[in-house]
């Protein structure tokens, strides 16, 4: 397997003024008005500006080589600034598909050309990446997949339907998996495509929440042209390449830290009126302690990661307990808003509370990865 990265040792002090950038820029970005913390902001908070700023500072593909655009720290460094951006409420939904597992996967798969395309647009925010992965009735089970691409002179075409796209409505392009073979085994056949979003037949419809919000999407592909050059790794291989693709997917922070922001304005709160929640104070300890414990794991997924593995049981882990803290956070958060009224937590509970039915399902469904988890420990 292609390790991701140069293999260079990130130090403290690296990490340490990684933290500081991103601190002094989400700082400075706040006190000029430009915007708000939010909870699942890597998800809900596309800002352009904002991730064209983070690459103009060299803060995207730091996992990656130097020559494709990165910064070739590894992904223990990228962990340090992807933790800051969420712990800031940052908008970052605009690069952070692309950057964390689109960008990873064609290091490791995609042909020489298709790096020296791809990447560079990636480091500098200039590609906004969305997954084609889940289908109608197929649910988490990805290997349920019926959309089928069939080889034509100079590339393939692609016909199906996906759903639940995040951001497919603001993307240049498309991560696609897709069946080009039909085989006894469902796991067997797929492969994987880079699709741009602008290529005649692909039409993206929207799927509008209960409070009015636009994330989510369906896209239709109706006799669509993928060039040869977009193909991802190896025809048939697709699923053996998605399974690690998903370690990135659900081996990072984001996983622990949707969250997050609410958590911090619950601590504001229970510290300006310490006497009227100390019951809850237990609690808190509680929930700061599950909160070590999983940064712990998810640096020990960045680590395997650097040193060439696909952690996918850990990441499962990860994604699994991470998910479970979020919404203990949530409902944490409701006790506080009883307890203590304030307006501004209100707010900030309200916007946790209308996400967090996406915390379970988005990345793998809870049975999907407890199966995975099963799965591979009995191999052991």
């Known amino acids: 397997m292609t390790a991701t990265t140069t293999g260079r040792p990130t130090s ?6 990684l933290r500081r950038q ?36 060299g803060l995207l593909g730091l996992a990656w080589p130097t020559r494709h655009g990165g910064s070739g720290l590894g992904q223990v460094a ?15 939904a605009a690069h952070w598909i692309g950057e964390r597992q689109i960008g990873p996967a064609v290091l490791r798969h995609g042909s020489p050309d298709l790096r020296a395309e791809i990447l560079p647009l990636i480091a500098r925010a200039e590609a906004v990446f969305c997954l084609g992965m889940s289908e109608p009735e197929a649910g988490s089970d990805l290997a349920a997949v019926r959309t089928t691409a069939t080889s034509v002179p100079g590339g393939w075409k ?12 603001h993307a240049t392009h498309a991560y696609l ?16 495509f880079l699709v741009d979003m602008d290529t005649p037949g692909i039409e993206v419809t929207p799927i509008v929440d209960l409070a009015g919000g636009h ?29 690690e693709q998903l370690s990135f997917e659900r081996g990072g922070p984001e996983r622990v830290l949707s969250t997050y922001p609410l958590l911090a304005r619950c601590v504001e709160t229970l510290a300006a ?19 070590a414990t999983l940064r712990r794991l998810a640096l020990d997924v960045a680590r395997q990661v650097d040193a060439g593995h696909a952690p996918a049981v850990e990441a499962a882990t990860l994604k699994y307990l991470g998910n ?8 944490f958060a409701r006790r506080v808003c009883h307890h203590t009224p304030d307006p501004a937590l209100r707010t900030a509970f309200d916007q946790a509370l209308l996400a967090s039915p996406g915390f379970t399902i988005r990345g793998g469904a809870a049975d999907v990865l407890l199966s995975l988890i099963a799965k591979q420990e009995t191999r052991r």
């Open 12 to 17: 403290d002090t690296t990490v340490a003024d």
């Open 22 to 57: 991103v601190r002094d820029l989400t700082t400075q970005w706040r006190a000029q008005g430009r915007y708000t913390p939010h909870s699942d902001n890597w998800m809900r908070g596309y800002d352009p500006d904002f991730s064209r700023e983070l690459a103009r500072r």
């Open 78 to 92: 990228r962990l340090a600034v992807t933790e800051e951006l969420l712990r800031a409420g940052a908008p970052v």
């Open 158 to 169: 692609v016909d199906g339907r996906k759903i639940w796209t995040t951001g497919a409505h």
């Open 177 to 192: 998996l897709a069946r080009t073979a039909r085989t006894e085994r469902k796991h067997h056949g797929l492969t994987e």
């Open 215 to 243: 994330h989510f999407n369906e896209i239709t592909f109706t006799d669509v042209h993928v060039p040869t050059h977009r193909l991802l790794g190896t025809v048939g291989q697709g699923w053996r390449q998605v399974v």
């Open 273 to 291: 009126d310490p006497a009227r929640a100390r019951d809850l104070h237990t609690d808190l300890g509680r929930l700061a302690a599950r909160l």
């Open 324 to 331: 479970a803290f979020e919404n203990d956070v949530v409902d």
